[in-house]
């Protein structure tokens, strides 16, 4: 998952970035209200989290303009304001949900994972490709029955390439869905996290799944 964090207050913006990496979520992060409005309508997102007092554009106004361009990924406000009439606010431009400041992590996590649930409530949320197994809700990975432990990245990068299981996909389209707004397309790093997983994934398996496309980019396949 891809979340999208607007965040002003740069101590609060890591801790919750930080914790969300050791989730295995990629995580794109904005300090102010233009730039998260500008990331929110140029990239998709599973999720974003939202800063009401935010410098450039409030996060109510954000809110709404995602909703009038049919931006439909569910929004958590969050806010150092606590009244009803706030919450109402929050919640009647788009949000589907609120969270006031000071929170623990704990709970913002459990928000994230309700949103998360709600949206996948109609969809199957696990992936299976021959005998390899994704759980997006558990984050768990198995290949025949056996669990197998992925850093939060090798987990992003799995899971992307299952759910385009059969397809090729460029350098170009695991860079803007699987590493955040900040990555340099110019390095090696994805040819090196597909080592990584190819050492996991098809580790002692007669039959390799993912497959490079010579000058094109990667496909996981039977």
Not at 90 to 99: E, K, S
Not at 135 to 155: C, I, P, W
Request: with cysteine; aromatic share 8%; charged share 30%.
């Amino acid at each position: 998952m891809r979340i999208l964090l607007v965040e002003d207050e740069k101590r609060m913006a890591s801790f919750i970035k930080r914790g969300l990496k050791e989730e295995k979520y990629t995580v794109d992060l904005a300090y102010d209200g233009e730039k998260g409005f500008l990331l929110g309508t140029i990239n998709p997102y599973d999720l974003i989290i939202l800063d009401i007092m935010l410098p450039g554009k409030d996060g109510i106004t954000i809110c709404k303009e995602f909703r009038s361009k049919k931006i439909e990924a569910p929004i958590l406000m969050l806010t150092a304001k606590n009244t009803v009439r706030d919450k109402v606010l929050g919640l009647n431009c788009g949000a589907d949900d609120y969270l006031s400041k000071p929170f623990v992590f704990d709970e913002l996590l459990a928000r994230i994972n309700a949103l998360v649930r709600r949206q996948r409530r109609d969809k199957i949320t696990t992936i299976l490709v021959a005998d390899l197994e994704l759980d997006q809700l558990t984050h768990k990975v198995k290949r025949a029955g056996n669990e197998m432990n992925l850093t939060s990245k090798e987990y992003s990068l799995l899971e992307y390439l299952m759910l385009n299981a059969n397809q090729i996909v460029t350098r170009t389209m695991i860079s803007e869905h699987v590493w955040n707004e900040d990555f340099d397309s110019f390095t090696n790093v994805i040819d090196v996290y597909i080592n990584y997983l190819r050492k996991k994934v098809d580790k002692d398996c007669d039959k390799p799944l993912i497959h490079t496309i010579r000058g094109t980019g990667y496909i996981l396949k039977e």
